[in-house]
Each structure stands twice: as structure tokens, then as C-alpha cells.
């Protein structure tokens, strides 16, 4: 049996390669946008090829046709020190039902018909949600990084997230966690215990981490 502080480094060292690999190719997305928009202003005629990928991201996070300004505002990256904080929290580090039998790392609802969910064994008389099931962790991660960006819900995480970026700030898991007080029911409390996770465990030293080519995580230097 793990001990407890065993259980955790298993923890992240399975989930953290997953949420650098979601963010890096968000920030290779993120250069893609930057030199499209580039073109636009220089009255440049995109490609056919860049039209249609940003009318798919345009379409994915409901932005006007081609606002590539709008689209850099959502289509950023989760700091890693938020993102295995709520996997911890939503997935009882890893043990719970949704992630052994729906790799459900992060407790998505859905009510969509052509998904894959499971019904929570608690859920209210009346009430219609399944927990989102998914065919592996990495489609977990990219989800929930997909949810934060374009659910209505987390339109404060996206501003602050965006006010840090036009300052040339580091993200703040901290401070980002603050505002995602409607992710969960438990409101406040909910916050507080994402806030516990990662100061408690010094999740904010991860920030810096990215893979090397050989799939390896580095810092940052």
C-alpha cells in the first residue's frame, strides 16, 4: 500500500505530463493566432487552409468569425499548479469511481445525450446530470482546459487571466482559483481547498515545468 505522501507524488507525476502537454499545444495555437492576426492588419489574404482553422475556432468558443483577438482572450493555457489542484480535489487524488471507470479526472457534468457519463450514485431524484466519462486521462485534461475557456461560468477566470498576461505576469494558480467559486457547489469552501492544495504542497514550483523533446519534464530557466 502507498502512503499517503507516495500516493501523491504517483499523482502528479501522472497527471502533470498531461497538463503540459494540453498547454504546449495551446501555445503553439496561441503563435498560429498571433501570426494570422498579424496578417489580417497587414491586410494580407489568409490561406484557405488558416480560414477554415479559425472558423473551427471561432465555432469551438462561439467568437465572431476570424476575431482572433477574442479567440487569444479564451484559447489560453491553465497554470498547472490550478489544474492538478482541482484534479486532486475532484478526483480524490486520483481513487475515485469517475476516474477508475470514466477516466474523469475533473467532475464534468454533462447532459449531453452523444456523451459518455456516468451517473453519480448520489445524484438528487429529478436530476438528470452524469459525471462526463472519457477514453483517456489526456481527453480529460484537454476538457476541462476546454471547459475553463469557454464556459460562461468562468468568464472572471478568463479576464484575470487575461489582465495577467497584458501586465507580462507569471499565472497565479492562487489568485486564478479565487474566481472559480461557481465550479463546484461548495462555492467558497470549494476556493479555500483549492488554494490549501496547492500551497500545501508547493504546486506554484510546477508553473515552471515543461516537457523536453524526449517527453521528459524541465524548468524553465
Known sequence: MLFRSERKAVFFKTVLPLVLQVNE??????KRLWQLGAEQKSGARLSAVDRLWLAVMSERYGTRRSDV?????RHDVVPPSLALAQAATESAWGTSRFVKE????FGEWTFASDHEGIVPSERASGKTHRVRAFDSLYDSVA?????????RAYREFRQ???????????????????????????GAAYVDELQTIIRGNEL??????RLS?????EPVI
Open 204 to 209: 506554484d514550483l510546477l508553473d515552471g515545468a
Open 143 to 151: 476538457s476541462y482546459v476546454t471547459n475553463l475557456n469557454k464556459h
Open 25 to 30: 499545444q495551446i501555445v503553439e495555437d496561441r
Open 213 to 217: 523533446q524526449a517527453g521528459d519534464l
Open 102 to 105: 470514466g477516466n474523469a479526472m
Open 69 to 73: 483577438d477574442a479567440l487569444l482572450k
Open 160 to 186: 484575470v487571466r487575461a489582465e495577467m498576461r497584458a501586465k507580462g505576469q507569471a499565472f497565479d494558480g492562487i489568485r486564478l482559483a479565487a474566481t472559480l467559486h461557481r465550479y463546484s457547489e461548495r
